[in-house]
């Protein structure tokens, strides 16, 4: 840390040395409200850009426009609109670090909607269309803008959702909604369900997402008729980037980061691969084609044979970690077939980043007495190569029809060396963890948009496919028992942890090969269609959704031991050499496969889901919005147990009704109520009997139908109410406040097993209760000049949201020996954002920082022997300066978890309910503080605003 002052003062003068370039360019610019001639209502939507520029911009909600970073000079500007007639302003004069005031209206325009066939593209990236579109919204509803995104400097969209209200990260990947566990969200991508490639989670992945691909992303937080049943937390929509028509844009985008305590510094890996660089290494880490099972069928020199095929790469690396390098080009444009214009947005993205943690973790028995330490130095090295490219065409008749592709490939090359002591401090067991893990992940969408009947009637569909794979090959684990240097002088030695000839300790002494392959099948389809009832449009909705889900996991455990009559010396060598080829033999080790059949299955899933939905406005002021959704799902798992197939097939069906009701005070404000029943299915992993060994946490990890053959886990059902205020202020602002009420039957969890304090399984609590309070505001504080006579605060704008929340798990007579006196696994009873932003009139400077902290959590609910184990609130604070050199290149400075507090995971053995720090540590590491500095290119050879469409 000595470093710091150094790299701080050096991104300052970085970015302050810009000042004379920016001065030297002579920007100014333009802003002003367009009006309707005739009847004095803002123009929303409608264009303003400078004639012979590439300069343009949109008006807002209220009819405001700003157009920055002009150069100085005389200007002709024309403003346009849908329904209105084009106005000409010549001579518009632009001075240098000013800003032009330019009021205007618009001539109405009857003949041109007849004439002309406007096609284009709707902003909904914008902050001030999100804002618009959680007003409009029948439901509760939350979201970020990507405009909001690029002030925040968020590199993945992990990291983006975290500043929505009521949300939060776990592991930098999986979100948290309202405080409820991540396996109560859903997630969509572009409308149709998200694949993951997780194989022990219910939850997408968000960290395979890059920020830069992102439109915008809602949070849906009460049921709806048109919504999937499955949810309880949040329905996370995340939509990626669209084509923008009339638009020729490249984005080019480099950051460099440095993270404290890993980059310059040591960095361990394993034997580099073909394929390393980019995240395809897997493959070449496979065992061999038509790699037997190493079996007694096989004689030994038959198995020693097939054993020494296996490459021993059990060696560490040493080299130094190089900087994190983050890469995305984004390329938008046209492609004329025909004559018909498709719009087209192509965009590639590459990271590799480095972390190294130091890790206390320590276990201890029931009475809270510690009896084991470790500390673990762990090094990790994370690719990710993605790619979009999203074709757009709109038909003569305004209809579009949308092809979307989504492919990410991440790679996780993890090294772990584990030092074990007894409680007096005494090293006595060296363990190490050598794997390497590929995920690849695509999403095909083809959708269409169509209006009939003179707009009354609107159909919408999305056909999609998913495909996730997980590639886990040669997971590398060896343990020896340490005998320390003694007073007299005798060295210390090691000896590799063995289990007698024949047998498998894949824990102690194996290696671990894993596959995953999920294919997801999707068609969603919503139609919409307006009667007149009593004077009033009544819109009725009814729609379908289909999923086919089927996935296939497989495993192959290898085991080494020492066979009978071989010198013993072979068990203290050194762990890149102790499974060497040369030591496979008759008076060596010999290699034994565990042959299991819970080490595979295959499964799918079946969802058949239609709604029928009413839109009723009983004044031009109440609304309701209700209906009901049927769902059933067919869930089928095939695997065995002790020799004994298992085939289960469980069917559930369910009708869901809700009721969203909405009342409007004024065009500013509103209130909404709502009632709406979910569902929270259960995940395969989370049913499946397969169990494996959790390195992290030194624990097994259950699948309920191992434990339980004949009791498969229970679909927990949820009864969701709500109640939001709603104040906008002005265009791009907002004050929420609201209160909700959830109660659960069956809720599943991730609790300990009874019968040992080392081990984990999913079940069904009989029910539980949720309840809170969510404020959310998004302001300007130039309000403040007014109050203290002053311009200090017309560039600051504010962001606050905040949830409280309270939950209890009711475990009832059946579940005595479980600790019933807590919340719900997963939950937090408090989550808080806030952020505070800069920006000069002509965006030429622009400074955020933003803090976050949640409420302790439970990881793993635990038994009256064995305490929950929770993680504690860390407080995060980061911040960003961008500065535009010119129109088509910017610098950005941040630093992120600039408090770096600590990771902490603890048990409350005093059971006094009190998750702090002074309770015991399971586990405690520190991320390190990450500064990153970056380079953006905005190149646009050819390019009009955009025509929007209404």
């Known amino acids: 840390m000595q470093n710091t002052p150094t790299k701080i003062l050096l991104v300052f003068l970085l970015s302050c040395g810009t000042v004379v370039a920016a001065v030297?360019?002579?920007?100014?610019?333009?802003?002003?409200?367009?009006?309707?001639?005739?009847?004095?209502?803002?123009?929303?939507?409608?264009?303003?850009?400078?004639?012979?520029?590439?300069?343009?911009?949109?008006?807002?909600?209220?009819?405001?426009?700003?157009?920055?970073?002009?150069?100085?000079?005389?200007?002709?500007?024309?403003?346009?609109?849908?329904?209105?007639?084009?106005?000409?302003?010549?001579?518009?004069?632009?001075?240098?670090?000013?800003?032009?005031?330019?009021?205007?209206?618009?001539?109405?325009?009857?003949?041109?909607?007849?004439?002309?066939?406007?096609?284009?593209?709707?902003?909904?990236?914008?902050?001030?269309?999100?804002?618009?579109?959680?007003?409009?919204?029948?439901?509760?509803?939350?979201?970020?803008?990507?405009?909001?995104?690029?002030?925040?400097?968020?590199?993945?969209?992990?990291?983006?959702?975290?500043?929505i209200p009521g949300v939060t990260i776990v592991d930098n990947r999986f979100i948290q909604v309202r405080g409820l566990s991540d396996r109560y969200n859903n997630?969509?991508?572009?409308?149709?369900?998200?694949?993951?490639?997780?194989?022990?989670?219910?939850?997408?992945?968000?960290?395979?997402?890059?920020?830069?691909?992102?439109?915008?992303?809602?949070?849906?937080?009460?049921?709806?008729?048109?919504?999937?049943?499955?949810?309880?937390?949040?329905?996370?929509?995340?939509?990626?980037?669209?084509?923008?028509?009339?638009?020729?844009?490249?984005?080019?985008?480099y950051v460099a980061g440095y993270r404290d305590g890993t980059t310059g510094n040591?960095?361990?890996?394993?034997?580099?691969?073909?394929?390393?660089?980019?995240?395809?290494?897997?493959?070449?880490?496979?065992?061999?084609?038509?790699?037997?099972?190493?079996?007694?069928?096989?004689?030994?020199?038959?198995?020693?044979?097939?054993?020494?095929q296996l490459e021993n790469t059990f060696g560490m690396y040493r080299m130094k970690a190089m900087p994190d390098m983050r890469f995305n080009l984004s390329y938008f444009d046209q492609i004329k077939i025909g004559g018909r214009e498709i719009g087209s947005v192509s965009s590639l993205n590459y990271t590799n980043t480095f972390t190294r943690f130091n890790i206390d973790r320590n276990l201890f028995e029931s009475s809270g007495a510690r009896t084991d330490q470790f500390k673990d130095d762990q090094s990790t090295q994370n690719i990710r190569l993605g790619a979009i490219q999203n074709f757009s065409y709109v038909l003569d008749n305004g209809d579009r029809l949308e092809f979307r592709n989504l492919f990410n490939q991440q790679s996780r090359n993890q090294q772990v060396t584990r030092q074990g002591y007894d409680n007096d401090g005494v090293l006595n067991r060296r363990s190490y963890l050598l794997g390497y893990q590929g995920r690849t992940t695509y999403s095909g969408q083809l959708a269409g948009t169509h209006s009939f009947n003179k707009e009354k009637t609107h159909f919408e569909w999305v056909g999609g496919y998913g495909y996730s794979n997980r590639n886990e090959p040669d997971l590398r684990r060896v343990s020896y028992a340490i005998t320390p240097a003694s007073a007299d002088g005798t060295p210390e030695t090691q000896t590799v942890l063995t289990p007698a000839a024949g047998g498998v300790d894949v824990n102690n002494a194996g290696r671990l090969y894993q596959k995953l392959d999920e294919h997801i099948y999707t068609l969603n389809a919503n139609l919409k269609h307006k009667v007149t009832?009593?004077?009033?449009?009544?819109?009725?909705?009814?729609?379908?959704?289909?999923?086919?889900?089927?996935?296939?996991?497989?495993?192959?455990?290898?085991?080494?031991?020492?066979?009978?009559?071989?010198?013993?010396?072979?068990?203290?060598?050194?762990?890149?050499?102790?499974?060497?080829?040369?030591?496979?033999?008759?008076?060596?080790?010999?290699?034994?496969?565990?042959?299991?059949?819970?080490?595979?299955?295959?499964?799918?899933?079946?969802?058949?889901?239609?709604?029928?939905?009413?839109?009723?406005?009983?004044?031009?002021?109440?609304?309701?919005?209700?209906?009901?959704?049927?769902?059933?799902?067919?869930?089928?798992?095939?695997?065995?147990?002790?020799?004994?197939?298992?085939?289960?097939?469980?069917?559930?069906?369910?009708?869901l009704p809700s009721a969203n009701l909405s009342y409007n005070f004024t065009e500013r404000s509103l209130v909404r109520a709502s009632y709406g029943r979910s569902l929270n299915r259960p995940e395969f992993r989370e049913s499946a009997p397969f169990y494996y060994y959790d390195f992290d946490f030194n624990v097994l990890n259950f699948g309920s139908l191992y434990l339980n053959p004949n009791t498969p886990l229970k679909v927990a059902t949820i009864d969701n109410y709500d109640l939001r205020y709603e104040f906008y202020p002005s265009a791009g602002e907002l004050i929420h406040v609201g209160a909700f009420y959830k109660n659960f039957k069956n809720p599943i969890e991730n609790s300990v097993v009874l019968t040992t304090n080392l081990a984990y399984t999913f079940l069904n609590?009989?029910?539980?209760?949720?309840?809170?309070?969510?404020?959310?505001?998004?302001?300007?504080?130039?309000?403040?000049?007014?109050?203290?006579?002053?311009?200090?605060?017309?560039?600051?704008?504010?962001?606050?949201?905040?949830?409280?929340?309270?939950?209890?798990?009711?475990?009832?007579?059946?579940?005595?020996?479980?600790?019933?006196?807590?919340?719900?696994?997963?939950?937090?009873?408090?989550?808080?954002?806030?952020?505070?932003?800069?920006?000069?009139?002509?965006?030429?400077?622009?400074?955020?920082?933003?803090?976050?902290?949640?409420g302790p959590r439970i990881v793993f609910a635990g038994s009256n022997d064995y305490p929950d184990v929770v993680e504690l609130p860390r407080h995060t604070v980061d911040l960003s300066l961008t500065k535009t050199v010119s129109s088509r290149v910017s610098i950005n400075a941040g630093i992120q978890d600039l408090l770096n507090q600590k990771v902490n995971l603890v048990q409350d053995y005093n059971r006094d309910g009190k998750y702090q720090s002074s309770d015991p540590s399971l586990q405690g590491y520190r991320r390190g503080t990450y500064y990153t500095l970056g380079l953006r290119f905005n190149i646009e050879p050819r390019s009009t605003p955009s025509i929007p469409v209404p």
């Open 24 to 163: 030297a360019q002579g920007t100014g610019s333009i802003k002003g409200i367009i009006k309707d001639a005739k009847t004095e209502e803002t123009v929303v939507g409608g264009t303003v850009r400078l004639e012979g520029t590439t300069l343009g911009e949109q008006t807002d909600a209220d009819g405001n426009f700003t157009i920055k970073q002009i150069p100085a000079g005389k200007y002709t500007v024309i403003i346009s609109s849908v329904s209105y007639k084009n106005r000409t302003i010549p001579d518009v004069v632009v001075k240098a670090n000013e800003t032009t005031v330019l009021n205007s209206t618009l001539q109405s325009d009857s003949k041109q909607l007849s004439d002309v066939v406007v096609t284009g593209v709707r902003r909904t990236n914008t902050e001030v269309s999100v804002i618009n579109e959680i007003r409009q919204a029948n439901v509760v509803v939350s979201g970020v803008s990507s405009e909001q995104i690029v002030k925040t400097q968020d590199r993945d969209a992990g990291e983006v959702v975290r500043r």
């Open 187 to 253: 997630v969509w991508l572009n409308d149709v369900t998200a694949p993951s490639s997780e194989t022990d989670r219910k939850s997408f992945s968000f960290d395979v997402v890059p920020s830069s691909l992102l439109d915008r992303v809602l949070v849906f937080k009460d049921p709806s008729p048109e919504l999937p049943g499955d949810f309880a937390g949040g329905l996370v929509k995340v939509y990626l980037r669209k084509p923008v028509f009339n638009e020729r844009v490249l984005n080019i985008n």
């Open 533 to 655: 009832v009593a004077e009033r449009d009544v819109e009725i909705g009814a729609g379908t959704y289909l999923e086919y889900r089927r996935r296939h996991f497989n495993a192959r455990a290898f085991g080494y031991s020492l066979n009978a009559g071989s010198d013993p010396r072979l068990l203290n060598e050194e762990v890149g050499n102790i499974f060497a080829p040369d030591n496979i033999a008759k008076n060596g080790f010999r290699v034994d496969e565990d042959v299991n059949s819970t080490y595979r299955y295959g499964a799918s899933n079946e969802l058949e889901a239609g709604y029928l939905s009413f839109n009723i406005p009983f004044t031009s002021k109440l609304k309701l919005l209700t209906g009901a959704r049927y769902e059933r799902n067919v869930q089928n798992i095939k695997t065995g147990i002790n020799g004994q197939p298992i085939d289960q097939d469980v069917t559930t069906n369910f009708v």
């Open 266 to 308: 040591d960095f361990f890996t394993d034997k580099s691969q073909a394929g390393d660089a980019f995240g395809f290494g897997a493959r070449k880490r496979e065992y061999p084609g038509g790699f037997p099972p190493l079996t007694t069928a096989y004689q030994q020199y038959e198995r020693d044979f097939y054993a020494k």
């Open 765 to 854: 609590a009989p029910s539980a209760y949720a309840y809170g309070v969510e404020v959310d505001v998004k302001k300007s504080l130039s309000f403040l000049d007014d109050a203290f006579g002053t311009g200090a605060f017309k560039n600051l704008s504010a962001v606050f949201n905040g949830a409280l929340i309270k939950s209890q798990v009711k475990l009832g007579d059946n579940f005595v020996s479980w600790n019933g006196n807590r919340a719900l696994q997963g939950q937090s009873p408090y989550t808080f954002n806030a952020g505070l932003y800069f920006q000069t009139p002509e965006n030429t400077w622009q400074v955020t920082a933003l803090y976050n902290v949640f």
